[in-house]
Nanobody, 118 residues
Framework: QVQLVESGGGLVLAGGSLRLSCKAS????????MGWYRQAPGNQRELVAT???????NYADSVKGRFTISRDNAKNTVTLQMNSLKPEDTAVYYC????????????WGQGTQVTVSS
C-alpha cells in the first residue's frame, strides 16, 4: 500500500508565498512522474505542475514564472514552491504520483487547502 502525505497549505495574503510538500511511502519501487493538481470550488481538478524522474518539468500557463516544482528521488518527495500568490490560486491542492515498474499506478494525496486573500 502506498501513502501520500501532504503538508504546507494555509492562508496567505496576495503576493505571499507558500511551500507544499508531499512524501510518498509504502510499497513503492519507483516513481515516474510526480505532480500537483488543484481544484477550486465549482471547478474541475486541473494540473498545476509535474516533474519526471529525470527532472523535466511542466507547468500550467497560469503559474509559470511563479511556481517551482522539485523532487527528491531519494526521499520520494515532491515540493511546490509558490510565490507571488494570487486570490485565484485559492484551491485544494493535491499531490499525485505515477509509479513505475513493476506496478504502474496513479496515487493521490488527501489534499491541502491553500487560501490566498486579497
Amino acid at each position: 500500500q502506498v501513502q501520500l502525505v501532504e503538508s504546507g497549505g494555509g492562508l496567505v495574503l496576495a503576493g505571499g508565498s507558500l511551500r507544499l510538500s508531499c512524501k510518498a511511502s509504502g510499497a513503492i519501487f519507483s516513481i515516474n512522474v510526480m505532480g500537483w493538481y488543484r481544484q477550486a470550488p465549482g471547478n474541475q481538478r486541473e494540473l498545476v505542475a509535474t516533474i519526471t524522474a529525470t527532472g523535466n518539468t511542466n507547468y500550467a500557463d497560469s503559474v509559470k514564472g511563479r511556481f517551482t516544482i522539485s523532487r527528491d528521488n531519494a526521499k520520494n518527495t515532491v515540493t511546490l514552491q509558490m510565490n507571488s500568490l494570487k486570490p485565484e490560486d485559492t484551491a485544494v491542492y493535491y499531490c499525485k504520483i505515477s509509479s513505475g515498474y513493476p506496478i504502474f499506478k496513479d496515487y493521490w494525496g488527501q489534499g491541502t487547502q491553500v487560501t490566498v486573500s486579497s
